[in-house]
């Protein structure tokens, strides 16, 4: 239950709350870089949503409750304020809420409209598989084209073997697809990454990122924003509403 009580406490605060902002700039006590972390360790909470059938009709009907900062079709905000979600791995969006859910990954604006109160599982999962299929048309927040070769270059060396060629990220392995994605949120991950204050990230990937400069962190995210999107597979196929996550097989 000790997993609990922050997103408890977070989902009773106001909004904009001084205590709400110090949590926000405070690591998470249970994620990265504290002794308790182990990358993905599959918290019950997403062990459970993952074994549910989600149905894209019905979560396209529950995002109601995110779309306020997230839009009706998944876009964010091109300034990267609210990431774009269109698109994302249906077992990423599944492991992105429940890790906030449990004080992983602190994300205070967020918590009280995707606490237990506000979604349940099968919401979750609703909304994961309406979001994977989910297709946005308009243009994503790109940065200032200035050094895109510096860019593609570091990507190659240091990124691909988990995010992919075209960042398209993979579903089987949760990694996030991270193509057209906003240059903000990008730019914005990759400091919280580097600087160890986002509350879940990879140990391999923390460590690929230590040589890089201010600058190179701002190459990586203007390439990476500028990739063509919409490239990961759509779980749910046209015509198609009820999916079972595929990385179920796989499950304790
Ligand atoms: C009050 C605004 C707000 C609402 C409402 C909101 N979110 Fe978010 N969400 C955010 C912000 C801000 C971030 C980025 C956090 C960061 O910068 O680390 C985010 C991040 C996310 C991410 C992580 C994306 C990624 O690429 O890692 C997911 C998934 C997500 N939200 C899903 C949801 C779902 C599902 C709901 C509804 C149940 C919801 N959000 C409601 C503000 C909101
Ligand atoms: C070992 C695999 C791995 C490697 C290597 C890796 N990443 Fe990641 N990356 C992840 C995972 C996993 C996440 C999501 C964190 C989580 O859920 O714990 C992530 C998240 C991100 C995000 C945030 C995406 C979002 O939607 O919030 C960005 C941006 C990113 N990675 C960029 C990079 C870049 C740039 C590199 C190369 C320097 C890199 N990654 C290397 C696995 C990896």
């Given at each position: 239950m000790k997993l609990l009580s922050l997103t408890v406490l977070l989902a009773l605060l106001p909004m904009g709350s001084a205590l709400a902002d110090a949590v926000d700039a405070a690591k998470s006590p249970q994620g990265y870089g504290s002794k308790a972390y182990v990358w993905?360790?599959?918290n019950p909470e997403q062990i459970d949503v993952l074994r549910k059938s989600g149905d894209a009709a019905r979560g396209r009907e529950a995002f109601r409750a995110c779309s306020g900062c997230h839009k009706p079709d998944g876009?964010?905000?091109?300034?990267?304020?609210?990431p774009k979600l269109a698109g994302q791995h249906a077992a990423v969006i599944v492991?992105?809420?429940t890790d906030v859910r449990a004080g992983i990954r602190a994300n205070p604006k967020m918590a009280p409209f995707a606490s237990?109160?506000?979604?349940?599982?099968?919401?979750?999962?609703?909304?994961?598989?309406?979001?994977a299929a989910q297709r946005t048309a308009r243009e994503n927040g790109k940065g200032p084209g200035e050094r895109l070769s510096r860019g593609e270059e570091l990507y190659k060396k240091g990124c691909t073997t988990c995010h992919g060629e075209r960042g398209q990220g993979s579903e089987a392995r949760i990694y996030p697809a991270v193509a057209a994605q906003h240059y903000g949120y990008?730019?914005?991950?990759?400091?919280?990454?580097?600087?160890?204050?986002?509350g879940n990230a990879h140990p391999r990937m923390v460590r690929a990122l230590r040589g890089y400069s201010a600058g190179d962190l701002a190459a990586v995210a203007?390439?990476?924003?500028?990739?063509?999107g919409g490239e990961p597979t759509p779980v749910v196929q046209a015509g198609e509403t009820v999916n079972d996550f595929p990385v179920v097989a796989r499950l304790p």
């Open positions: 993905n360790r599959m876009f964010g905000l091109i300034d990267g304020t609210y492991k992105q809420v237990r109160h506000a979604v349940n599982t099968q919401e979750i999962a609703d909304i994961a598989v309406f979001l990008l730019l914005r991950e990759l400091e919280h990454i580097k600087g160890g204050t986002r203007d390439y990476l924003s500028r990739m063509p």
